[in-house]
Nanobody, 124 residues
Framework: QVQLVESGGGLVQAGGSLRLSCAAS????????IGWFRQAPGKEREFVAA????????NYADSVKGRFSISRDNAKNTVFLQMNSLKPDDTALYYC?????????????????WGQGTQVTVSS
C-alpha cells in the first residue's frame, strides 16, 4: 500500500508560480515512478509530468514544457512540481500518482495509487 499526500495548491494570478509537493509513504520507492496529472471541470484527466525515483528520468506534457519542472527529494520521499508562468488554462485539480515500474509514463493506467489532489486556480 502506498499513501500519497499532495500540498501546495492555491490561487495565483496569471504569470505567477506555485510549487506542489507529493509526499509518499508506505512502500519501497527505488524502482518506481511518480507522475503528476490534472483534471479541470468537465475535462478528462491529463498528464502533466513524471519522474523515475532512482534515475530521475523525466517526462513532460508539451503544454507545460519550459514552464513546469518536476524533481524529487530522496531523503524526504517527496516529489515536487515547480510551476512557473502559470496560465488560466492551468487551473485544475492536480494529482500525484505512484507506479511500481521505473518508467515516467504519461498513461494514467500505468499508475496504481493516487493522492486526493490539490486545487490550483489561476486568475486572469
Amino acid at each position: 500500500q502506498v499513501q500519497l499526500v499532495e500540498s501546495g495548491g492555491g490561487l495565483v494570478q496569471a504569470g505567477g508560480s506555485l510549487r506542489l509537493s507529493c509526499a509518499a509513504s508506505g512502500s519501497t520507492l527505488r524502482s518506481t515512478a511518480i507522475g503528476w496529472f490534472r483534471q479541470a471541470p468537465g475535462k478528462e484527466r491529463e498528464f502533466v509530468a513524471a519522474i523515475t525515483w532512482s534515475g530521475g528520468i523525466t517526462n513532460y506534457a508539451d503544454s507545460v514544457k519550459g514552464r513546469f519542472s518536476i524533481s524529487r527529494d530522496n531523503a524526504k520521499n517527496t516529489v515536487f512540481l515547480q510551476m512557473n508562468s502559470l496560465k488560466p488554462d492551468d487551473t485544475a485539480l492536480y494529482y500525484c500518482a505512484w507506479a511500481s515500474g521505473a518508467v515516467p509514463s504519461s498513461r494514467p493506467s500505468w499508475y496504481a495509487y493516487w493522492g486526493q489532489g490539490t486545487q490550483v486556480t489561476v486568475s486572469s
